[in-house]
Each structure stands twice: as structure tokens, then as C-alpha cells.
């Protein structure tokens, strides 16, 4: 082969290479806006974040609020996935969304499979109980007594913080975690632990319940949205929600579903 027809060669070669370079770079950022939409997947059973009205059959909330913002400041359509929180790490992990939102709790687990955009609220677990009971179930040690019925949502890290710290009192996995503060109301359970932000809502939402000392919580967690493993996706998301927390959006949002 002549050195023309062998130059021609390497250069085709290095072509291919740079095409199959630039293709393998598209990030999942780029291929979003390509598509024209963001994939949320959500729960919709857990207020204030994420709720599907039985009426309208559409999600809102404060997450949801923040995704369709999300999805805007990306220029495309917010279409948000039904999932549960049993089903929340083989939907992510199958790729049914881009972006998990709705109350997700930041944790190792999660974060081998994804990654987590910076915190927007300090949360952790604390009991909620009938106000008539709440000086009954201060401490871990108090609730955990074969005699105290602990009520938990299936799936997530209430139900595995329950099932750590807790070896005698026993525990209801109650599917419905819409309806599962009304069983605390009619006696069927005696206290949850959940986020300490859902037992304020709740509390409110429920004149017999008491949020019990929801600024001392047992653990320390942070919520945050979980992302695919992209890093440019990552630092668009990052630097989109480090804005909405320094102008004001964020709190804006959080207002309306909190106050």
C-alpha cells in the first residue's frame, strides 16, 4: 500500500474514532433536551412533596412544583412516572426516569446506583402519636415495648429505620400511606416514625395527632433529588437548585405547601 492510500486509511480510522467518541459524550443532559422531556418518577403518596389528587388524578406538591421548574429552566415537558417505594429502586435502576422526586431521602444505598444533587432540606425521624399519648413515646427505648403497636409504610427508610432500631415493639407495614396517619387516629396503631417534616404536616392535617419533638430528631438525613448517573446532568441540576435556594424560589415553593 502506497503512503497516500495508507494515510487515507489512518485518517478514516481516526474519523471513525472521533464519531464513535462524540456519540459515546452525549450525555443524558443533552439527550433529555433532545427529547424534549424530563422523566420524574414519583410516588405521589407522601404530602407535602409528592401527591396524586384522587379527582384530578394529577400529582402535585412541592417537588412537583420543583420538577416542573426543573423541566422549564431545562426548556422541555415535565412528564411525571408513577412509582412506588418498594418499586422505587428497580424502576431507577430499569431507567423508567431520569430524575427521582418526592420526599427522597438521601442515602448510600441509592447513592451506588445514582447520584444525589445537593440537599434542599435537613430531615430525620421522629415519632408522631396521638397527642393524649406523645409524652408516652419520647425515646427509642419507650417505643419499643412489645406492648406499643408501631405502624410504618412499606419499602423505604421508614420502614428500615423501624426495623433496625426497634426489637420488640411490633411493626405494621400499612400499604396506604395516604390514609396510614388515620389508623394512628382511630386507635389501630399507637405511634409512626417517619421524617420529622411529614409529622409536622400531619399534625396539622390531624388536630388529634402530636409531631413529638420533630427538632430532635433521632437521626440526621437529607432530602434530595436522585439523579442517573450523569455528571453533566448532575451539574446542571446542582446549579439549578443552588439558585432557587439563594433567590428565594425554593422557599417561595416550600411556603406554600408547608405554611
Same mark, same amino acid.
Given at each position: 500500500?502506497?503512503?497516500?492510500?495508507?494515510?487515507?486509511?489512518?485518517?478514516?480510522?481516526?474519523?471513525?474514532?472521533?464519531?464513535?467518541? =462524540?456519540?459515546?459524550?452525549?450525555?443524558?443532559?443533552?439527550?433529555?433536551?433532545?427529547?424534549?422531556?424530563?422523566?420524574?418518577?414519583?410516588?405521589?403518596?407522601?404530602?407535602?412533596?409528592?401527591? +396524586? &389528587?384522587?379527582? %384530578?388524578? +394529577?400529582?402535585?406538591?412541592?417537588?412537583?412544583?420543583?420538577?416542573?421548574?426543573? =423541566?422549564?429552566?431545562?426548556?422541555?415537558? =415535565?412528564?411525571?412516572?408513577? %412509582?412506588?417505594?418498594?418499586?422505587?429502586?428497580?424502576?431507577? %435502576? =430499569?431507567?423508567?426516569?431520569?430524575?427521582? !422526586?418526592?420526599?427522597?431521602?438521601?442515602?448510600?444505598?441509592?447513592?451506588?446506583?445514582?447520584?444525589?444533587?445537593?440537599?434542599?432540606?435537613?430531615?430525620? $425521624?421522629?415519632?408522631?402519636?396521638?397527642?393524649?399519648?406523645?409524652?408516652?413515646?419520647?425515646?427509642?427505648?419507650?417505643? @419499643?415495648?412489645?406492648?406499643?403497636?408501631?405502624?410504618?409504610?412499606?419499602?423505604?427508610? &421508614?420502614?428500615?429505620?423501624?426495623?433496625?432500631?426497634?426489637?420488640?415493639?411490633?411493626?405494621?407495614?400499612?400499604? @396506604?400511606?395516604?390514609?396510614?396517619?388515620?389508623?394512628?387516629?382511630?386507635?389501630?396503631? @399507637?405511634?409512626?416514625?417517619?421524617?420529622?417534616?411529614?409529622?409536622?404536616? +400531619?399534625? $396539622?392535617?390531624?388536630?388529634?395527632?402530636?409531631?413529638?419533638?420533630?427538632?430532635?430528631?433521632?437521626?440526621?438525613?437529607?432530602?434530595?433529588?436522585?439523579?442517573?448517573?450523569?455528571? !453533566?446532568?448532575?451539574?446542571?441540576?446542582? +446549579?439549578?437548585?443552588?439558585?432557587?435556594?439563594?433567590?428565594?424560589?425554593?422557599?417561595?415553593? !416550600?411556603?406554600?405547601?408547608?405554611?
Amino acid at each position: 500500500m502506497g503512503f497516500r492510500l495508507r494515510l487515507l486509511a489512518v485518517i478514516a480510522v481516526a474519523l471513525i474514532a472521533l464519531g464513535s467518541t =462524540a456519540r459515546a459524550a452525549e450525555s443524558r443532559l443533552d439527550a433529555i433536551i433532545a427529547a424534549g422531556v424530563l422523566k420524574i418518577g414519583t410516588t405521589g403518596d407522601y404530602k407535602p412533596f409528592s401527591y +396524586q &389528587n384522587p379527582e %384530578t388524578k +394529577q400529582f402535585e406538591g412541592l417537588d412537583i412544583d420543583m420538577m416542573t421548574d426543573l =423541566a422549564k429552566a431545562l426548556g422541555v415537558k =415535565a412528564e411525571f412516572v408513577k %412509582t412506588a417505594w418498594p418499586a422505587m429502586m428497580a424502576d431507577f %435502576t =430499569a431507567d423508567k426516569f431520569d430524575v427521582a !422526586a418526592g420526599g427522597v431521602s438521601i442515602n448510600l444505598d441509592r447513592q451506588k446506583k445514582g447520584f444525589f444533587s445537593i440537599p434542599y432540606m435537613v430531615d430525620g $425521624k421522629t415519632p408522631i402519636a396521638r397527642c393524649a399519648d406523645k409524652d408516652k413515646f419520647q425515646t427509642l427505648a419507650e417505643i @419499643d415495648k412489645p406492648g406499643v403497636r408501631v405502624i410504618e409504610n412499606p419499602g423505604g427508610t &421508614n420502614e428500615r429505620f423501624a426495623r433496625e432500631n426497634l426489637k420488640q415493639a411490633p411493626i405494621e407495614i400499612y400499604k @396506604d400511606n395516604v390514609t396510614i396517619f388515620d389508623q394512628i387516629v382511630a386507635g389501630k396503631a @399507637d405511634v409512626m416514625i417517619t421524617d420529622a417534616s411529614e409529622t409536622m404536616l +400531619q399534625a $396539622k392535617l390531624h388536630k388529634e395527632l402530636c409531631s413529638i419533638h420533630p427538632d430532635h430528631a433521632f437521626n440526621y438525613a437529607e432530602k434530595g433529588y436522585w439523579l442517573q448517573r450523569d455528571i !453533566a446532568f448532575k451539574e446542571f441540576v446542582d +446549579q439549578w437548585l443552588h439558585l432557587a435556594l439563594k433567590t428565594g424560589d425554593y422557599q417561595r415553593i !416550600a411556603d406554600k405547601w408547608f405554611k
